[in-house]
């Protein structure tokens, strides 16, 4: 009893425990490859693991903030097509590759500022808006590209999908790493990281105490789009080619991504440690599942699983309390 | 008077919640035919009473008699069997389906094949309605009607479920004349059908109007019932208060410091309109009025929450923004607003935390949050106002609800603002912090803030505020100061009998 | 003055029946879309041209019939696209092993592959009380998952599967396709039951307003559990008929159709939070949305448009069916101000 007590009392309990438990599955994965395969341990597990995430744990970044404030974002995926697209597209035709990325990364900003608009000006809901922008965007990368594929881009940029020089580090990993930390800080030592959770918990409160709620959701899309075109941009120059179907259905691994990382779906609760562990929990369990011939279709059913129990396991814990609470009451009315 | 048996007596009746006595003894009595108010002031348990009715709450302990049969009523569902039908001040109806369906679901009259027999269904609803007197299209969907047809509806529903108690709590706080007309007249036709109604009210007029007999309740205690015409209205007011109100209040005698707020033509299109008023430092003035009567929203539009249509509010000689709460923020007037739950905190975050919520940007270097900060600010707060709680890291919802009202007070007073608006600074917390929170406002006073207070219960407005401003169906209508205010008077000028601006 | 209050203004009346039009104006839309698709290509009305538009989004109307479901009673179910690829498998493998096995039979356990699906699903949401979304993302990678498994690498061929069965999907009736006479009858079995049934209405009952449902006495739970048994059947038959139509299944059939079922449900006036929309503006919906995709390759404009069409539509009709409301609204608030006003 003593023991319960203490854990209701500490700061955002459940996710404590959530992240402890992602740790132990992640060395549990861990010694599962290792055992399976002698190569799991080496460097190249470690770096294909990032290299094959990389683009869908950057978009869990931005993902986790906006499912944190209560909204979704289900257009990223399509946002990084459009971005691999565009970017194919002008090369094709001539441009100077830095001037179409950013061309790329602007178009990103806009699309972002879509969603924020419909969502914060005309206040429609963001899992309707997001499902619009989804085909819309990449319907958009279609007529853009069509079905041509665009390659040949300098091997400067190709070079990406290398690790980093003198390292084992996908270039992506490092990016992600590097942006978590960003983002971790902003979530969880600044203003506007307490402004995010007000807003996920209790958006009136929020509202009355003087948060920029529109403006504040407006911009976490924006930045959402800016990092789904980078990610479309680090997608194309790894693959060295661009089509339209680019990330095709990424969408839901994004999101599933930052629910596994104990990031609540009615918002207000989550850490970015949780949905970096979740990233690495999901690249070590693909790697390991690799290494005993899973083929990656078949890998989903674990994937499902793991968000499956994610959701199940608070639940079933918190209506087991509840329960147990009731009991005590009765127990009380009783004597 | 009456030759039948009481269709409902209540007898004795208490409930507490924790520390708090709700009810304490509740005594009712309803027969077929009346239309009875149950009356008291916010706080004397009426609505306790009236929950326990509807089966939302179960008692600790007394009778409920039905008929002559002691019953238990354990669920929403269970009042509504036993024929009980209580109409809340905001129904809550599905605003997606039909009038008619709103009042059948569940129990669509079926014809053969278990399919729902629409035609009958609307037959029903429009014999119902045609019975009340009303003309509301029963095939139109219940989304958009007014509150006052969404009663209506309500009530169609009790009548189709051949309820004869329907009990409805503060039924006219929202509705203009001419719905209030309405409704009585739909009442009578229901008594005249051999109902029993109760009802509860603020506005004593129509109690007169409208009702055959009055119980007063004080306190969670019942005071005494009686025929309307063996009562005037002093006596009601009387029975009511009972109580010297003075010598709960202490009050520090404070200097009448400079003009800070100044509200002209203050308009918000179908809510109020042009008012006018003025707060000065180092005093307290009181926004009285009915429920619904706009004064929760007079203060909304000052401190920028909903946007205002016409009006200019002046804050220290300044033109504030109007519609954004961030702009009144920083021109230093904090808001302690009415529902501490939805509204002034973040239930499921630390109490610390929310402590800070407000004077987030304050505590920041280089755009981080300072470690520490957030706590060290909760703690000097916390030790003034004398929060009891375990730690600063639990979520605030863990709080009792005086020690919750005491965090959102804390949560402005960091801002060291120089006008507090507080709406409703003692709804449902106990005696015991509600006279500290009273002796806090006027510390805060005596060191020089202005507080616009917004508040239901008659004792504190006249024991708390300087100045008492009346606010009467989105209008201002009357001005007292403390000295010549009353009760009566005030009820007065709310239920808008006399209109007496200076 | 008070006859403000009994009477209709004239705006809200008219806002009140574009509500009810809501259908109306889709039907119109694809009409629209139609004639000029027509003028743009005379071939666009011939016989074949409008069975390929009416057979072409049947299996995306038996889905979202379902999903309109779901979606009522404020859930959603995104678990149907995969549904669709494992019972589309299942079936085809069927046939390969039992080479003369019936059409019903195949019919049947493809609805029963869904209808498992199904139960999980409902199961979880209603009784665990887990979201939906959630849940059905799951189950999503868990369904397609398995499917992979089935498959291993393989994939079912023409050749496995009897041509009466394929015949279901290109042949038609009295000049209407079957698939459409399926997914029709389909529409208006739902169409009716949503109208008609006790337990149907509490599905609008509990999107509308949950609290209310529990008040009226609605069994919750088990509608939800209802609605999601439904959806997870209508997808498995779904699938089954994919394969009449396609006659080949890979590992990936019926992949992102999830999100496009949502989108035509949407456009079809089914709010996304439950409590009101039609089965069969759900259906008009993805009509709608086929139809649009099949004009622009009549146009000559060049197919890759049609997405992005779609997307925009999407879009549009959620900002319209949102203007609606807060004209409402606004009409509501003020006229009940000038009546207070003029007493």
Redesign the interface.
Known sequence: MSTFKTLLSGRSRALVRWEFGLVLLLIATMIFGANESKYFLGWQTFFFAGLNFGEIAIMALPMTLIIITGEIDLSVASMLGLSASLLGYLFIHGWNIWLAMGICLIVGILGGALNGALITILGLPSIAVTIGTLTLYRGIALIVLGSNTAQGFPVSFTKLSLPIAHTHIAWDFAIFIVLALIFGVVLHSTALGRSIFAIGLQPETAFFSGIRVKRIKFSLYVVSGLISAFAGLLYTFQQSSSASDTGLGLELNVVAIALFGGISIFGGRGTIIGVVLAVCVFGSLQASLTAINVSAQAQNIVTGCLLLVSVLLPNLTQSFSDTKRKLQRRKVVGT | MHSHEAVLKVEHVSKSFGPVQALIDGCVELFPGEAHALLGENGAGKSTLVKILAGIYDVDAGEIILNGVPVEISS??AARAAGIAVIYQEP??????SVA?NIF????P?SAG???DKAEMIRRTRSVFERLGV?I?AT??A??L?V??QQIVEIAKAISFDSKIIIMDEPTAAL????V??LFEVVKTLRSEGSAIMFISHRLEEVFAMCQRVTIMRDGNFVRTSTIEEISLDEIIFSMVGRDIVSVYSRHNSELGDLILDVKGLTR???FKDINFQVHSGEIVALAGLVGAGRTEVARGIFG?DPIDGGVVTFKGKKLKSGS??AA?SAGIG?V?E?RR?????????ID?NV???S??D??RL???KSGSEKSLATRWASQLQVKF??F??PVKTLSGGNQQKVVLA?WLARTPSLLIIDEPTRGIDIGTKSEVHKLLSELVSNGIGILMISSEMPEVLGVADRILVIH?GRLSAEFSRAEATEALIMRAATGQESVVA | MGASIFKKTKSSSFLLKAFQLREMGIVIAIVLVFGLALIKNSSFASTASIQQLLSGPSVVILLAVGETLVIITKNVDLSIGSVLGLSAYVVGDLFVHHQGMPIWIALLAGTLVGLLCGLINGLIVAYARVPALVVTLGMLYIIRGVDALLVNGRQIVPSSIPNSFINLGSNSILGIPILTLIAGAAVLIFTYIMRTFRPARDFYAIGSNTEAAVLAGVRVQRRVFTAFLISGALAGLGGALWLAEFATVGSTAGSGYELNVVAAVVVGGVAIFGGSGTVLGAAFGALLLNTIDQALVASRVSSFWNQAVAGALLLVAIAFDRYVALKTELALRVDRFSSSEAK
């Open positions: 929403p569902l809550t109806l599905f605003p997606d389906l369906e679901m569940g129990r669509q079926l278990r399919r729902i003309d299209s139109r969907k989304r958009g007014s006052a047809d203009t004349d001419v719905e007309a309405r299109a179908g809510v929450i709460p961030l923020m808001f607003p529902d939805q509204q002034g905190l973040v239930m499921d975050m630390a935390r800070a919520l407000a987030i940007h505590l920041t755009g981080l949050i375990g730690r890291s639990n949560k169906e």
